[in-house]
């Protein structure tokens, strides 16, 4: 393998794909739930778990999926995912950053 294909991807690009990432995962998990209250919290607890990142630097994004699926996932550039049938799950705040920093 040439050390040319081992080479990291620039920002940029990984917002790009990213990016596009999102797109698709809002098409395919319902488009994005609608609460405010709930999503300025979900941004909050994730923005502050972001803050002392390996990767602080970056801009989070942090969205929750109109799905009763309990599912959570991350694409690369900082979009991070969580199902509101995962919140339905999660019994409190620990859990909950857990899935988040996962």
Known sequence: MAVESMKPIELEEELAIGGS???QVFNRFG???KNDKVQRYITTLGQALADVS???GIKYYFAILNS???NAFATPGGYVFVS???LKLV???AELAGVLGH
Do not use: T
């Open 54 to 56: 390996d990767r602080p």
């Open 31 to 33: 488009g994005p739930y």
């Open 84 to 86: 509101k049938g995962l």
């Open 21 to 23: 990432l999102a797109i």
């Open 91 to 93: 019994q409190n705040e």
């Open 68 to 70: 009763e699926e309990p």
